[in-house]
């Protein structure tokens, strides 16, 4: 079983930059990929960014390309994703999720395991 905490959530203002964290354990984290997706209030759940452990592969959606940064730390078994310039459309619960392939997957359906959710407000 796969455990993911994700982490780094906050307030900011519009312009300002957070880094979320998610841990994971459970596995062998090379094997991951790891997503990052995002709900705001009355909306589905879309992807941000994922990463393949394996090779390194990343994935941004449109809306945040050039401003956010998947990144890892393998040693750390911990996945980063850089949030700068950040937009009050930014704002939303954001999650970490895990598949045990090495595929870019960017439907929240093709994940198996989810960490709980840590909110991020960007304000004016």
């Known amino acids: 079983d796969v455990q993911l905490q994700a982490s780094g959530g906050g307030l900011v203002q519009a312009g300002g930059s957070l880094r979320l964290s998610c841990a994971a354990s459970?596995?062998?984290?090379?094997?991951?990929?790891i997503g990052w997706f995002r709900q705001a209030p009355g909306k589905e759940r879309e992807v941000v960014s994922c990463i393949s452990l394996s090779d390194s592969r990343t994935y941004y959606a449109d809306s945040v390309t050039g401003r956010f940064t998947i990144s890892s730390d393998n040693a750390k078994n911990t996945v980063y994703l850089q949030m700068n310039t950040l937009k009050l459309e930014d704002t939303a619960v954001y999650y970490c999720a895990a598949i045990i392939i090495p595929v870019l997957a960017v439907e929240p359906d093709d994940y198996d395991y989810w960490g709980q959710g840590t909110l991020v407000t960007v304000s004016s």
């Open positions: 459970g596995s062998t984290f090379e094997d991951y990929t």
